[in-house]
């Protein structure tokens, strides 16, 4: 009963800071291009999320005649029950659930958004909305197999999928210093598989209109909308926790959480949109071959201390 009303907090305090995080987008753009952001309702705008929320999810539900109204409606609400059910790895002060896979268990479920998105686009019966999908789907999925690779440098240092052993290791010194390159390459990979800016090629607003979520409006778009945030925010706390080694018993770690938010709005901010070609060339001839590379030296390295271990 107990872990079930952890994870009720938890989810409940996810969407509270998701709501949030995009007052701090728009206020952060708007500093960004010398204007003033959301100021107007509550003090200095603290109330514009829920007054969006309100609206986005009262307003008349649409569907498109030629779609299949099944996966169209069901779409964002898996991808907001997955978005929000990786945050179930994440443990609390008192312990939650404390995954020995846990590592395992993130990988496995942020790879089913892939499903969600494709089908999201097909269901919709649009051209703009099946590009817009086939697009998110290919890059999510290039940027994956360099991400697992990046991700296995780290397991093989570590010997675990448990979160708990990452912050074991780095209570003296971070891994960002000893992976640095692959601390970077790990977090541009992050924005690519949360379809950020510069890489946002799934919302190419010039040639695609809205990108797969062109036919969704009202709730639909809230939830597609809500499980971006959410993603966002989980990739910064799983940030912190690999690269920092943070300790999530400690204030220090939430500031750390709230820096990486905040750059993923300054990315957005500073950088024009990639080349859809250059980025996956990005992916499959720089990130591939770089990331496999490093993780064959880290794998010698750990199978060099193992073998001074049993000496």
């Keep these: 009963m107990l872990s079930l009303f952890l994870s009720v907090i938890l989810i ?3 969407l509270l800071g998701v709501a949030f995080f995009t007052l701090l987008e728009r206020k952060v753009l708007g500093y960004i291009h010398i204007r003033k952001g959301p100021n107007k309702l509550g003090l200095i705008g603290l109330m514009q999320p829920f007054s969006d929320a309100i609206k986005l999810f009262s307003k008349e539900q649409s569907f498109p005649s030629m779609s299949n109204i099944g996966l169209f409606y069901f779409c964002p609400i898996a991808n907001l029950f997955f978005s929000l059910m990786i945050w179930l790895s994440i443990p609390f002060y008192s312990i939650n659930l404390n995954f020995v896979y846990s590592l ?10 892939v499903y969600t998105v494709m089908l999201a686009g097909w269901s919709s019966n649009s051209n703009y909305a099946m590009l817009g999908s086939l697009r998110s789907v290919a890059q999510i999925i290039s940027y994956e197999v360099s991400l697992i690779l990046i ?17 074991k290791f780095q209570m003296f010194s971070s891994f960002f210093f000893l992976l640095f390159f692959l601390s970077c390459m790990m977090f541009i990979s992050f924005l690519a598989e949360t379809n950020r800016s510069p890489f946002d090629f799934a919302e190419g607003e010039s040639e695609l209109v809205s990108g797969f979520n062109v036919e969704y409006g009202s709730g639909g778009f809230a939830m597609i909308f809500l499980a971006e945030y959410s993603n966002i925010l989980f990739m910064s706390v799983l940030y912190c926790i690999l690269v ?5 018993f400690n204030v220090m770690f939430f500031l750390k959480v709230g820096v990486l938010a905040f750059l993923w709005v300054w990315v957005r901010g500073s950088f024009p949109r990639y080349r859809y ?4 060339y990005l992916a499959w001839k720089v990130y591939l071959p770089v990331s496999l590379s490093i993780l064959l030296f880290y794998f010698s390295l750990s199978l060099y201390s193992l073998f001074n271990v049993f000496n």
């Excluded at 395992?104 to 958004?113: H, K, N, Q, T, Y």
């Excluded at 780290?154 to 990452?166: A, G, I």
């Design 12 to 14: 409940v305090f996810v």
């Design 104 to 113: 395992l268990f993130i990988l496995s479920v942020s790879s089913l958004s």
């Design 151 to 167: 991700f296995l440098s780290f397991l093989f240092l570590v010997c675990s999928f448990n979160l708990f052993d990452f912050m």
């Design 244 to 248: 920092f080694g943070s300790d999530w």
């Design 277 to 280: 070609d250059k980025l996956m």
